[in-house]
């Protein structure tokens, strides 16, 4: 008997550099996708992009040819309107960028001049409106009372014209200046990993990531295995971080076969 | 016999909210100077400002009629290129305002498109030039080998407008991101407290701030007593802080008697 054999086993994988590299699919993943949807219980796929709206992430894996619902994506903004429902927060400042506020559009945007001070700060991507005066702003708040949410925490990202400071940065400097941490609802969060778990009705899922820290790290602090693909941003140098992975694959066309092995959950 | 009598106690003070709060002189504060001047081995006045020269701090102090030479104010400025010099550094990035720039002219400022890569990355305050521009710059610089040199480190300071992040949140980002902490040269580094010393050839001194982190908990790290005057931005709360100070007075003109009664050092 092996892990899938029962089959409430949950699949949840992480999007870029998983399922699609630069843009391209990677050679086998959609066959591999399909196959692991047919070994499980269902799947989620968990993202922490705050650059881009859920819909639009899911269009995109649509015309690569995957064959996924708009249901089966989850992102950090969806996990931060869920925790400002449960705190039952009012109005919140959104220092995310234009396309990320549909998904958040359940929540009553605070603005400067509003007649009451906002319950939080979401603090997604700005980019290059990141300005010291847009940081200040948002730094007043939080001293005035104002929960502070980072949609994810990550240091930083490679874009186009080279390395560049992810909203981790930003918040890292947030909270030196106030003293207080903020609340991460993308991965690492063991938040995240247990709304997966909920959503898709099972108690245990295995994590496939190729971010060592972040879902590999994450999916294991939250009790769950976590497989590293050596696509994507994978690094050598990532193996000398404090996360063991429990399994390393070339990608993610040997998940399948991979479970096969696993011993029962 | 008290701890003035041997004749070689040196006397280092914080400047803003020591000698003068919101640029009017404190009442009395250049009669105890003076005073203080005549019961010391000499003083060196020791401000983290980031915002002028040292020449601005001296010329503004004899303003408001502060007898003080040019060779008695101290400034994180002159703590970095003591250090560049040291450490042999090549050419320097310059993160600094405009009015800071002739404390630093010792360095070789490097500029984008230099043949070489900078040694140091030197981080002042660039106020609102602070753009995700200029801190990705810095960024990539530190991860390509150099060296963050920051020439304070506090949380936020007060402005006209209110509250607003100063250099050592934008230091903090840049840590998170890097994963190199920055050499801090303004208070509480114990160098720059060594370095007055020297200055005065003394090997002992007493130092008078109003922040109790970086005026009364550097000096006394650095093995100095610490007083903390009740002027400046002294709040009530930081009494519960980490820091026990040598001894609280309301203002600098107590602390002449109070030298008077310390036991010898």
């Known amino acids: 008997m092996t892990a899938t054999d029962n089959g409430r086993l949950g699949l949840l994988l992480d999007i870029d550099g998983v399922l699609y590299v630069e843009k391209q699919p990677i050679d086998g993943a959609r066959e591999a996708l399909e196959r692991l949807r047919g070994m499980s219980a269902g799947l989620r796929l968990l993202t922490n992009t705050t650059s881009r709206s859920r819909r639009e992430v899911f269009e995109q894996l649509q015309a690569m040819g995957f064959e996924v619902s708009l249901q ?42 509003g007649e009451r001070q906002p319950d939080a700060v979401i603090l997604g991507d700005l980019g290059e409106g990141f300005t010291p005066a847009v940081l200040n702003d948002a730094f007043r708040l939080i001293m005035d009372g104002a929960e502070l949410i980072a949609l994810q925490h990550n240091r930083y990202w490679r874009r186009g014209d080279g390395l560049a400071l992810d909203v981790g940065a930003y918040a890292a400097a947030l909270e030196y200046a106030t003293g207080h941490e903020a609340l991460v609802v993308g991965k690492p969060a063991g938040e995240f990993f247990a709304a997966a778990l909920s959503d898709l009705g099972v108690e ?20 769950l295995p976590g497989i590293l693909v050596r696509t994507g941003k994978f690094r050598h140098d990532a193996l000398t971080a ?15 076969e991979l479970l096969e092995r696993l011993p029962p959950i």
């Open 242 to 256: 404090r996360v063991t992975p429990t399994a390393i694959v070339d990608s993610i066309v040997d998940v399948p």
């Open 204 to 223: 245990h899922a295995v994590m496939v990531g190729d971010d060592v820290e972040a879902d590999v790290g994450g999916a294991m602090d939250a009790g």
């Open 72 to 113: 089966e994506v989850l992102t950090p903004a969806a996990m931060a309107v869920r925790h400002c429902r449960e705190r039952g927060h009012g109005s919140v400042a959104l220092l995310v960028g234009e396309k990320l506020r549909e998904d958040l559009s359940e929540l009553e945007p605070w603005s400067p001049g």
